[in-house]
């Protein structure tokens, strides 16, 4: 345990004696050698990283500012879309998915309803003619696609469909 604590003494009384050696000109030589490492580690150490990061920061901060402008005007606009209640659309009902159909220009063979479920069977149609029904009862009358089947025919389709209303939370 006392080797420990004499080992700093020790070392101290080796530097003192190798320092007592020297000539007053090897001593001004080597303090001098040593302030410009010490001046050199305080460079590399603290105020190089400091000098580099503060470049940086400063080459980042117009892309940052511009991000942040972005995201405002996008808060903005949700708060102003959050604003706006979605349109309630009308319940599903066999009238509308006849209009619907009607209004592009397909008959179904049978619509049969389950409370607010409703299954349509098609048949004989160009399939663009049912991806445009389907795509525009998506959008317009808020209807979701449960479950499809479809089969090909020569040049057309027979199809079942069954839609739900979409549930919005």
Same mark, same amino acid.
């Given at each position: 345990?006392?080797?420990?604590?004499?080992?700093?003494?020790?070392?101290?009384?080796?530097?003192?004696?190798?320092?007592?050696?020297?000539?007053?000109?090897?001593?001004?030589?080597?303090?001098?050698?040593?302030?410009?490492?010490?001046?050199?580690?305080?460079?590399? $150490?603290?105020?190089? =990283?400091?000098? #580099?990061?503060?470049?940086?920061?400063?080459?980042?901060? =117009?892309?940052?500012?511009?991000? #942040?402008?972005?995201?405002?005007?996008?808060?903005?606009?949700?708060?102003?879309?959050?604003?706006?209640?979605?349109? =309630?659309?009308? =319940?599903? #009902?066999?009238?509308?998915?006849?209009?619907?159909?009607?209004?592009?220009?397909?008959?179904?063979?049978?619509?049969?309803?389950?409370?607010?479920?409703?299954?349509?069977?098609?048949?004989?149609?160009?399939?663009?003619?049912?991806?445009?029904?389907?795509?525009?009862?998506?959008?317009?009358?808020?209807?979701?696609?449960?479950?499809?089947?479809?089969?090909?025919?020569?040049?057309? $389709?027979?199809? #079942?469909?069954?839609?739900?209303?979409?549930?919005?939370?």
């Amino acid at each position: 345990m006392t080797t420990i604590h004499a080992l700093p003494m020790r070392l101290a009384q080796l530097f003192q004696d190798f320092w007592q050696q020297r000539q007053p000109r090897e001593r001004t030589v080597l303090g001098c050698g040593f302030a410009v490492v010490l001046l050199a580690l305080l460079y590399l $150490v603290l105020i190089d =990283p400091a000098l #580099s990061g503060r470049l940086r920061l400063q080459k980042s901060l =117009p892309v940052l500012h511009q991000q #942040s402008a972005q995201l405002q005007s996008l808060l903005t606009k949700a708060g102003t879309l959050a604003g706006h209640a979605a349109q =309630p659309s009308a =319940p599903i #009902s066999k009238e509308a998915i006849e209009a619907a159909l009607q209004r592009k220009g397909l008959l179904a063979k049978s619509i049969v309803m389950s409370g607010d479920i409703a299954k349509v069977q098609l048949s004989d149609v160009a399939f663009s003619g049912l991806l445009d029904w389907l795509d525009d009862a998506q959008k317009t009358s808020q209807w979701q696609v449960i479950d499809a089947t479809v089969n090909a025919q020569a040049g057309t $389709v027979n199809a #079942s469909v069954t839609l739900r209303q979409q549930q919005h939370d």
